[in-house]
């Protein structure tokens, strides 16, 4: 009789952890816009942005990260083309041509960054200006050196 309970017991162990490990399974990964979340907190906290130049941030990030997207696809697209010209054919001017392209699309990623940060001062009043340079340290971490953003933020 007391083989029976702890064979009940564990069975019913072994099937909660079966659920879990299901339920852990169905999460999948984390979503990336995590960090981006955790950056939009950063972002308000080192601007010392109010409620509607959290929104104005919010719709300039979005509009970057959109630009940027269509960018990075467009460069990808180039890329895989390269590399498959290099291994394929010896066609050089067109393998200049497609680095020309892809340098063009690295130039305009510049272009539309340095725009957004633009874009950022601008919403900014006067006694906030003073937080710009730091605010642009840490996008610039963040956003061309791919450093993960913290939780915590150091003062």
């Known amino acids: 009789m007391k083989s029976l309970s702890f064979f ?11 659920l879990a490990l299901i339920f852990f399974l169905f999460q999948g990964r984390p979503k990336k816009h995590h960090h981006k979340r ?7 906290e080192i601007l010392n942005l109010d409620k509607s130049q959290h ?11 959109k630009a940027i997207e269509a960018l990075n696809v467009e460069s990808h697209a180039v890329l895989e083309s390269y590399f498959y010209k290099v291994f394929s054919e010896n066609n050089q001017s ?24 633009r874009e950022v001062k601008k919403i900014l009043r006067p006694a906030q200006e003073q937080y710009f340079d730091k605010f642009l340290k840490r996008a610039v971490n963040i956003l061309l050196l791919d450093k993960k953003p913290s939780r915590k933020l150091k003062k």
Do not use: C, P, Y
């Open 38 to 44: 955790v950056f939009m907190n950063e972002v308000t």
């Open 8 to 18: 009940k017991t564990a069975t019913f162990f072994l099937l909660l952890l079966n």
């Open 55 to 65: 929104d104005q941030f919010e719709k300039l990030a979005k509009e970057h990260g």
């Open 94 to 117: 067109e393998k200049d041509s497609l680095i020309q392209r892809f340098q063009t699309i690295e130039k305009a990623k510049v272009e539309v960054t340095n725009e957004h940060f």
